[in-house]
């Protein structure tokens, strides 16, 4: 238990230092750019863009939530369209705003017994959302392997980002690396196991990929909108592409909830790969996080009557010890 906790420990201390760096170098680059500068960019978006942008994100959110809802229906837990959005906008504001005490997956899934959801199906419902989503991701990389590839070939540019936030020794990289291997083995067996329910409703497993096409649609939709306010043009397909490489930059978990990674890798592929200049590339990363974070604020409203309830459910005499043991 002390191992496990001081693994915990050095874990946290790890991603801690990560999203320091990696703020650090995205306020670097700011301020090589010019804070008035970067601030000009925001200000020539304008208010209407903005609001449209925030809405395109918003109908990305749902089509998250309908994505999760129809894999609930699937498995035959019969919870509400409604029951899924608080879980799923509770979750995120969690992840955006509480990510070293809970994350959002964690979060649904505690609040799964309060609403008579049956825990495994739900459990399993998760680890399949996740992959859906990465699935719909993985469809588009070979667009951004390629940009990268020919950027590589071209100037060798990419090996300096591929430097940044890695152990500068194998001691010190023994352990995350370890972590992440040990992670990926971890969601094999799960999804393979949880697959086996929604094989067998293959209806339900298209439902929710479709759902993460039209997120995605919305998503890119959302770039190419901030992108192209500030006079930089992106080909869809080039958005795509760019942005499954910063999704599964994002994914290595040396930051907490990819809180400076997500920005300092968008900036990079945008800039160096899209050939957007640096200024609008920053622009585009700060604008992105801000939207994130006020698509989440519905969350805040939700999350703690769920903390309450959980609150209430642990501390109840008969409840408590099925709830620690489940």
């Known amino acids: 238990m002390k191992q496990l906790s001081s693994q915990r420990r050095w874990v946290l201390v790890l991603r801690v230092t990560g999203t320091l760096l990696t703020l650090g170098l995205v306020v670097r680059w700011i301020s090589q750019q010019g804070w008035d500068e970067i601030l000009e960019s925001v200000g020539q978006i304008g208010w209407p863009l903005s609001i449209l942008a925030l809405l395109m994100l918003m109908v990305s959110r749902m089509a998250v939530v309908a994505r999760w809802f ?28 509480l990510p070293t005490t809970i994350g959002g997956d964690v979060l649904r899934l505690a609040a799964a017994k309060q609403l008579r ?23 588009v990389l070979p667009v951004g392997l390629v940009i990268l590839f020919q950027e590589t070939l071209a100037a060798g540019s990419i090996l300096p980002f591929c430097l940044v936030g890695a152990p500068s020794g194998s001691d010190s990289g023994q352990s995350p690396w370890r972590s992440v291997r040990a992670r990926i083995r971890r969601w094999g067996v799960r999804f393979l196991e949880a697959l086996k329910i929604w094989l067998r409703r293959p209806a339900s497993l298209a439902a929710a990929f479709g759902f993460t096409l039209l997120h995605m649609l919305m998503l890119f939709s959302m770039i190419g909108l901030l992108l192209g306010a500030q006079g930089e043009e992106l080909p869809f397909l080039h958005i795509a592409g760019m942005w499954s490489l910063v999704y599964f930059i994002t994914l290595i978990p040396i930051s907490i909830n990819g809180l400076g990674v997500q920005e300092l890798s968008l900036t990079y592929v945008f800039s160096q790969l899209g050939g957007v200049s640096m200024q609008a590339a920053l622009t ?12 989440s604020l519905p969350g805040a409203f939700f999350l703690p009557a769920l903390l309450s309830r959980k609150q209430e ?6 409840e408590a010890p099925e709830g620690r043991g489940a």
């Open 313 to 318: 459910e642990l501390s109840s005499g008969p």
């Open 117 to 139: 959801l049956d825990r495994i199906t739900c459990a399993a419902s998760l680890v399949v959302d996740r992959l859906v989503a990465m699935a719909g991701m993985v469809l």
């Open 70 to 97: 129809v894999l609930l229906q699937g498995a035959g837990n019969a919870a509400s369209y409604w029951e899924a959005a608080r879980l799923t906008f509770a979750g995120m504001f969690a992840s955006n705003f």
């Open 284 to 295: 585009l990363a700060l604008l992105i996080r801000t939207l994130f974070w006020l698509a």
